[in-house]
C-alpha cells in the first residue's frame, strides 16, 4: 500500500550518461513534486506539477527534464549526467493547497551516484 | 527571500531527555510553519504543523509554538525515546520573490537518542 514511489532506490551511473527516475502516488493528490537532498542534508525544490502542468520551476539545469503523464505519475529525466548531480532526489505529492497546509507525502528516496 | 534557519546537530541525548530543537524563520508574508521527521532511509513525513501566529502544533509528544515576535518555532519534547532519532526539518509555506507560494525546508537537523 505504498503512497508515493519512486525507483530506482539506488542508481549508479558514470558521467555523462542519460537516466530516469520514476514516481507514481495512489493517494488522489494532483499536484507532485521533486525535491533534491543535497550530502548535507539540505533540501531543495526542483519542479512541480499540478494535474500534469508545470508549476515551478527552479533554477535547475535543462539537463534535467520532468515528465507527466498523468497526474499520478512524475518521471524524472536527467541527461548528460555530472559529479555534482550526485545527491537523494525525493518525489513527493499533495492535494492542492495555495497555502501548502496540506502536507507533502514523500517517497523513500532515489540515492544517484554519478562516478 | 524566504528562509529557515535551524540548529546544527547531531543532537545527541538520553532516553528521556527533554528536547529543543531550534528554528527561526524569515518570511515576506504571512506563513504557515512546519516541521518534518525523515527517520532513516525513508522520506519526509508531516510531524507537526501552525498555521498562525500564537498557534501551538503538537503530535506525537512534540510541540512547537508560532512565535512571530521572536520569529521563531522551537521543537520541544519533554522525554525522547530511541524510536525518536532521525533528521528533523523546519519548513514554511510563504509567496517567495517570484509572488508564488512554496514550501522552503531549513537544513535539517540530526537527533541521536542514546539509550
Known amino acids: 500500500d505504498t503512497a508515493v514511489s519512486q525507483t530506482p532506490k539506488y542508481l549508479v551511473t558514470q558521467m555523462g550518461n542519460d537516466k530516469s527516475i520514476k514516481c507514481e502516488q495512489n493517494?488522489?493528490?494532483?499536484?507532485m513534486y521533486w525535491y533534491k537532498q543535497d550530502s548535507k542534508k539540505f533540501l531543495k525544490i526542483m519542479f512541480s506539477?499540478?494535474?500534469?502542468?508545470?508549476?515551478i520551476n527552479e533554477t535547475v539545469p535543462n539537463r534535467f527534464s520532468p515528465k507527466s503523464p498523468d497526474k499520478a505519475h512524475l518521471n524524472l529525466h536527467i541527461n548528460s549526467l555530472e559529479l555534482g548531480d550526485s545527491a537523494v532526489y525525493f518525489c513527493?505529492?499533495?492535494?492542492?493547497?495555495?497555502?501548502?497546509?496540506?502536507?507533502?507525502?514523500f517517497g523513500n528516496g532515489t540515492r544517484l551516484t554519478v562516478t | 527571500g524566504n528562509s529557515v534557519t535551524q540548529m546544527e546537530g547531531p543532537v545527541t541525548l538520553s532516553e528521556e531527555a527533554f528536547l529543543t530543537i531550534n528554528c527561526t524563520y524569515t518570511a515576506t508574508g504571512y506563513p504557515s510553519l512546519f516541521w518534518y521527521v525523515q527517520y532513516p532511509g525513508e522520506g519526509l513525513q508531516l510531524l507537526l504543523k501552525?498555521?498562525?501566529?500564537?498557534d501551538k502544533g503538537s503530535n506525537k509528544g512534540f510541540e512547537a509554538t508560532y512565535r512571530k515576535e521572536t520569529t521563531s518555532f522551537h521543537l520541544e519534547k519533554g522525554s525522547v525515546q530511541v524510536s525518536d532519532s532521525a533528521v528533523y526539518f523546519c519548513?514554511?509555506?510563504?509567496?517567495?520573490?517570484?509572488?508564488?507560494?512554496?514550501?522552503?525546508f531549513g537544513s535539517g537537523t540530526r537527533l541521536q537518542v542514546q539509550p
Open positions: 519548513a514554511l509555506s510563504d509567496r517567495g520573490d517570484t509572488g508564488r507560494r512554496a514550501l522552503t
Open positions: 513527493a505529492s499533495s492535494h492542492r493547497d495555495r497555502n501548502y497546509n496540506s502536507p507533502l507525502h
Open positions: 506539477y499540478n494535474n500534469k502542468e508545470l508549476i
Open positions: 493517494l488522489g493528490h494532483d499536484t
Open positions: 501552525a498555521t498562525k501566529a500564537d
